[in-house]
């Protein structure tokens, strides 16, 4: 079932009953990155999973991650009524989350950033001018295979044919102004100095074959937080709720509960 939020400005899927649930997507994917766990959480909790803003019904907002990251808290606080809420996101929701977190310390009870950080290295933050540069310049067609390469193993596209093509699919659907917006704000962005401020229980997930957004970060972002506990998902890269739907649940259950 999908419902408005925030003001009829954000769409989000809804299902199952129980203490609420976020999961925010990823900049190079779309919400649907959650339908393998989706079922299963839903057992548990009321899991709502939002296009984030510019994604899919979503609408734009302007002013860079930190007005996205408020847009969501509005989201967040509709869907729950206010009450303290479990927020997971992966890559870019992960940043969302976690800077959504820094700025309304009260929304979340819980965080889980998966596969996201606090900063870029040099060469990361190269990567994003790269991919804003070219698909000004050429389209989103032009970084496509960069694009799957940042979330998945040439391997696992291999063995993965008829996924790949539905992920590929995905990534073109995104509105180029809004990810190249994006990959500008994930260029700039250092939330180091400011993770002190995030006083509730964090999991910080990252798989071990990451590209996009490597483990170095993840250790980085998990010895920041004042209350965070680091796990590595073994065989994975950008998106392990896709990847291994078992191995990501099973990763964050005792978290969760």
Same mark, same amino acid.
């Given at each position: 079932m999908d419902r408005l939020l925030a003001n009829e400005t954000v769409n989000a899927a809804q299902a199952g009953e129980g203490p609420?649930?976020?999961?925010?997507?990823?900049? %190079?994917? @779309?919400?649907?990155?959650?339908?393998?766990?989706?079922?299963?959480? /839903?057992?548990?909790?009321?899991?709502? *999973?939002?296009?984030?803003?510019?994604?899919?019904r979503s609408r734009t907002v302007e002013g860079g991650l930190a007005a996205v990251a408020d847009r969501m808290a509005e989201a967040v606080r509709d869907a729950a009524g206010g009450a303290p809420s479990i927020v997971l996101g992966n890559g870019y929701g992960g940043f969302v989350a976690l800077q959504m977190a820094i700025r309304h310390p009260k929304?979340?009870?819980?965080?889980? %950033?998966? @596969?996201?950080?606090?900063?870029?290295?040099?060469?990361?933050?190269? /990567?994003?001018?790269?991919?804003?540069? *070219?698909?000004?310049?050429k389209g989103l067609e032009a970084i496509t295979d960069v694009a799957m390469r940042r979330l998945f193993?040439?391997?696992?596209?291999?063995?993965?044919?008829?996924?790949?093509?539905?992920r590929r699919a995905a990534f073109l659907r995104t509105d180029p102004d809004v990810f190249r917006s994006a990959c500008e704000a994930l260029a700039s962005l250092d939330l180091r100095a400011e993770l002190a401020a995030v006083k509730v229980p964090v999991l910080v997930l990252v798989g071990e074959h990451d590209e996009a957004t490597p483990p170095p970060m993840s250790h980085e972002l998990a010895a920041g937080l004042p209350h965070a506990e680091l796990k590595i998902i073994p065989g994975c890269a950008h998106v392990p709720q896709l990847q291994s739907p078992r191995q990501f649940l099973g990763a964050i259950e005792g978290f969760l509960l």
């Open positions: 609420p649930l976020f999961l925010f997507h990823s900049l %190079l994917s @779309d919400r649907a990155s959650f339908d393998a766990v989706v079922p299963e959480l /839903a057992g548990s909790f009321q899991t709502i *999973v939002p296009e984030l803003p510019g994604f899919g929304i979340v009870s819980r965080l889980v %950033l998966a @596969d996201c950080g606090a900063a870029f290295s040099e060469p990361g933050r190269e /990567a994003f001018r790269n991919m804003a540069k *070219v698909s000004r310049a193993a040439p391997e696992f596209q291999e063995r993965h044919p008829d996924l790949m093509q539905d």
